[in-house]
C-alpha cells in the first residue's frame, strides 16, 4: 500500500510541475518577463542607486541582497546537516 501511496503521490508531483513547465514564457522572446523594464532600470540606475561600480556586484549586493542571504544560509544548513550526519561517535 505504501509503495501505491508513493508512486500515486509522484505522479502527482510530476503532473503539477509539468502543467508548470507548460506555463513558462518561450526561450528568447522579447517580450519575456526577463527583458521587461526591471533589467532597464538595474542597467539605467544601478550605480546611481547602489553607488558600486561593477552592475553584477550591485544586482548581487543591493538589488538582491536578502535573497543572496537566504540562499547562502540555505548552503550554510546543509553544509551544517551533512557535517552533523557524516560525524563519527567516538
Do not use: S, W
Amino acid at each position: 500500500m505504501k509503495k501505491i501511496t508513493a508512486v500515486f503521490l509522484t505522479m502527482v508531483i510530476i503532473g503539477i510541475l509539468l502543467i508548470g513547465v507548460q506555463e513558462l514564457p518561450e526561450f528568447g522572446k522579447p517580450h519575456n518577463p526577463a527583458n521587461n523594464y526591471v533589467m532597464e532600470k538595474y542597467i539605467r540606475d544601478g550605480v546611481e542607486d547602489t553607488g558600486a561600480l561593477n552592475i553584477v556586484t550591485a544586482i548581487i549586493l543591493d538589488y538582491r541582497a536578502f535573497d543572496t542571504f537566504a540562499e547562502a544560509t540555505v548552503l550554510f544548513t546543509g553544509a551544517i546537516v551533512v557535517l552533523m550526519v557524516l560525524k563519527k561517535e567516538e
